[in-house]
């Protein structure tokens, strides 16, 4: 089953016996699962504007030395997953099922459904109001960051760079 940490909490007020109706929740109560029922796929949303700093590549699966995520966000549907990165507005497209890892980027050879995705992403961008960020960081260093580069390659990175 898809789940997400946004299940937790309605499961949670549910095994409680906490019945407010007025309390609207986007996750869903998942105490159907563990009885054995099946939920339909349903399609989840990421959005994440911000950055978070790296603190070990070789733990988090980091291919950037300052940063572990960018910012940017994710539509998953069926088996696939599209990631947008605000930056540059690089997209890459991943199936799920067959590629875990997310190693295989589909995005230039599975056109159709990087368009689809892209569209749906959007869509609920557009209808959660879901800020993404416009200006340029003044402060940051192209130069020091492609310096940092080597780090990765070499697999030196064991702690959080500043």
């Not at 994440?48 to 699966?61: C, K, M, R």
């Not at 159709?112 to 209808?127: I, Q």
């Amino acid at each position: 089953e898809r789940v997400s940490n946004i299940d937790f909490f309605p499961t949670i007020k549910k095994i409680i016996g906490h019945e407010n109706k007025n309390l609207h929740l986007d996750g869903l109560d998942l105490n159907p699962i563990f009885k054995g029922k099946t939920f339909e796929n349903r399609t989840l949303f990421y959005h994440f504007p911000i950055y978070l700093q790296a603190y070990n590549v070789h733990l988090d699966n980091g291919t950037d030395p300052l940063f572990r995520t960018r910012p940017g966000s994710v539509i998953i549907k069926d088996n696939w997953k599209l990631h947008h990165y605000f930056e540059d507005g690089k997209i890459e497209l991943y199936n799920i099922e067959e590629d875990i890892s997310e190693s295989t980027d589909l995005s230039k050879t599975n056109l159709e459904k990087t368009k689809e995705l892209y569209h749906d992403l959007n869509k609920w961008r557009e209808a959660n109001n879901a800020p993404i960020p416009s200006e340029k960081n003044s402060k940051y260093d192209q130069k020091f960051v492609d310096s940092l580069n080597f780090l990765i390659i070499n697999k030196n990175i064991t702690r959080r760079v500043n």
